[in-house]
């Protein structure tokens, strides 16, 4: 019970942490909005860190926050599947998704740490630094994947799809 409250306060945070990128982003553009119309004095920063900040957004919510009944999938033959053929499905396809992670992970790691040779053009940021967050979206796909499996294979079935249980994650 400790490891999952432990679990719980670490996805609240992470989820802290997604909305703060999120308001970020807003207010850059926004200020990107009254620098430009009302001042008349463009600016590059802005867009720079939207962008930059656009990025993590997607693969930190993707790793930390996003849960597998949340991902967006083509699901039409995997739905309909009974549970012990969604079971072999899902886990192919976990060992597929695992295993050219595992085999991609040094060479995203190799180019990640190739590219503190760069600075972004605006804000001087190194671009290691930018693109870190695709090596922590990596290992956390890997680890999930792996997680996944191991509760598939325990004999937790993956969740059969229930169109009448379909929200926006409200």
């Known amino acids: 019970m400790r490891l999952k409250a432990i679990g719980d306060w670490l996805y609240l945070r992470a989820e802290n942490v ?4 999120l308001a970020v982003m807003f207010f850059a553009f926004l200020l990107q909005i ?3 119309y009302v001042l008349n004095w ?6 720079e860190l939207s962008a930059i900040l656009w990025i993590w957004i997607v693969l930190w919510g993707a790793a930390f926050v996003l849960t597998e009944q949340e991902e967006m999938r083509f699901d039409l033959i995997y739905a309909s599947a009974r549970p012990r053929p969604r ?6 396809f976990a060992a597929a998704l695992v295993v050219l992670y595992a085999v991609s992970l040094p060479a995203v790691v190799d180019y990640v740490t190739f590219m503190r040779v760069q600075k972004t053009a ?3 940021l190194r671009f290691d630094w930018v693109f870190s967050i695709y090596v922590v979206f ?4 890997i680890v999930r994947y792996i997680w ?3 509760q598939v294979l325990r004999g937790s079935a993956p969740d059969e799809f ?9």
């Open 34 to 36: 009254f620098f430009r």
């Open 18 to 21: 997604l909305a703060a990128m």
């Open 122 to 124: 605006y804000m001087h």
């Open 162 to 170: 229930d169109p009448a249980k379909a929200s926006s994650g409200v």
């Open 148 to 150: 996944v499996s191991w």
């Open 138 to 141: 990596v290992v956390a796909v």
């Open 87 to 92: 079971s072999a499905m899902f886990l192919a």
């Open 42 to 47: 463009p600016t590059g920063w802005t867009n």
